[in-house]
């Protein structure tokens, strides 16, 4: 039951997109996922009320700082994975999440080049294993990475993460209408209708690769799980 976190303290950079493609990729290929609504815009609640039931994905609105753990605290035995989708901001719920998280993912579009966003959220995370010595594992995701974003400003980016020591996912996640569409009609890309909604197969590969990604750094031991240490699982554990 890892929590998975998407942060960027700047609004629009793709984190409930980046959020919500790994959560029904990942219910798509069978695990049980809890979305954790933590933007009061509730663009995932609202994706919900119109998709009706989704196989494999629970989602909980209004969360506070003061509810977020007894959500994951109730949701953990019937979940795989969290996926907290929090708002464009460095409060208080999201400090909060971020210390819940086994890892954080701060998406960073790829064409621009402020990203004083993600290195808010990166200066808290820092902040946190220096002074609360939390160690939060985190990646950046590029994200709305177009055919115009240059490999070399691609790499300019990755490069300049690197020269810090974070670490930056391989796959960057498309700008594709699919994605959008998502919000729009509710459903997932498995949903969808390819004759309605082009490159369907090519948004659904970009999902794929991106998903396994994220799965390759997830903990491998329940135990070590950052519920496991809220609900008393991993104690004594090392
Ligand atoms: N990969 C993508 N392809 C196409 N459109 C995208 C993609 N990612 C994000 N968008 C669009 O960009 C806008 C902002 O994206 P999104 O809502 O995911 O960002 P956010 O970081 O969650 O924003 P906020 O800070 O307001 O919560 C939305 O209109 C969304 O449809
Ligand atoms: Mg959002």
Same mark, same amino acid.
């Given at each position: ?12 950079? *793709? &984190? ?11 219910? !798509? ?39 977020? !753990?007894?959500?994951?605290? =109730? ?56 002074? *609360?010595?939390?160690?939060?594992? !985190? ?18 980016? &990755? ?24 919000? =729009? ?54």
């Amino acid at each position: 039951m890892p929590v998975i976190s998407f942060a960027n303290a700047k609004g629009g950079a *793709g &984190k409930t997109t980046a959020a919500l493609l790994l959560a029904t990729e990942l219910a !798509h290929q069978g695990f049980r996922i809890t979305i954790i609504d933590a933007d009061p815009q509730r663009w995932i609640s609202q994706w919900q009320e119109t998709s009706g039931e989704v196989r494999n994905i629970e989602v909980i609105s209004e969360v506070t700082v003061a509810s977020l !753990h007894c959500h994951l605290r =109730e949701m953990a035995s019937a979940t795989d994975y969290f996926i907290i989708d929090l708002a464009g901001a460095r409060d208080a719920l999201v400090t909060t999440a971020l210390g819940l998280s086994d890892h954080v993912f701060i998406p960073v579009q790829g064409s621009a080049m402020d990203a004083k966003g993600a290195a808010q959220i990166l200066d808290l995370l820092a902040m946190m294993k220096e002074k *609360g010595r939390l160690d939060i594992a !985190h990646s950046v995701v590029l994200t709305r990475v177009t055919s115009m974003v240059t490999t070399k400003a691609l790499l300019a980016i &990755k490069g300049l993460l690197a020269a810090k020591g974070v670490n930056v996912l391989t796959t960057p996640i498309g700008e594709r209408t699919a994605f959008k569409e998502l919000f =729009e009609s509710g459903g997932t890309l498995y949903s969808m209708d390819p004759s309605k909604v082009s490159n369907v197969e090519k948004a659904k590969d970009n999902v794929r690769a991106y998903a396994s990604e994220v799965l390759r750094l997830m903990p491998t031991r329940m135990t070590r799980t950052a519920v496991a240490r809220l609900i008393g699982l991993g104690r004594g554990v090392a």
